[in-house]
C-alpha cells in the first residue's frame, strides 16, 4: 500500500525533518514544495496497518512536523475490512 504524505513543517526546519525521512526505508520519495504543505513524502507499508502505525509512531513524533495529512493510494485490496481505528484514521464510515 502507498500513501502520499503532505506534511506541515515550521520555515527552517525542513532539511532536518527531510533528514530524518530519509533514513526511514519505507519513504520511498520526498519533495520539498511551496504552498500549504511544506513537503510530500511517498511512504510504502505492506498493508493499511503498517502505513497507520507508521504514520502515527515514526512520522507525527518527528520533531519539526506539526502536520501530517495522508492521501491513500489504494490497491484492489488495501481496503478491504480494516480494523475500527484504520477506518477512522481514513474517513471510512464504521
Excluded at 501530517?68 to 474517513?91: A, N
Amino acid at each position: 500500500m502507498k500513501s502520499i504524505v503532505l506534511l506541515k513543517i515550521p520555515s527552517g526546519r525542513v532539511n532536518e525533518v527531510h533528514d530524518r525521512l530519509r533514513q526511514m526505508q519505507t519513504v520511498k520519495e520526498w519533495r520539498s514544495s511551496f504552498g500549504r504543505y511544506e513537503a510530500a513524502a511517498v511512504l510504502q507499508a505492506d498493508s493499511l496497518e503498517d502505513l497507520w502505525q507508521l504514520l502515527e509512531y515514526d512520522i507525527r513524533p518527528i520533531c519539526g512536523v506539526i502536520g501530517v495529512f495522508p492521501c491513500l493510494i489504494p490497491d484492489d485490496r488495501s481496503l478491504e475490512d480494516p480494523p475500527d481505528h484504520v477506518r477512522e484514521f481514513v474517513g471510512m464510515a464504521i
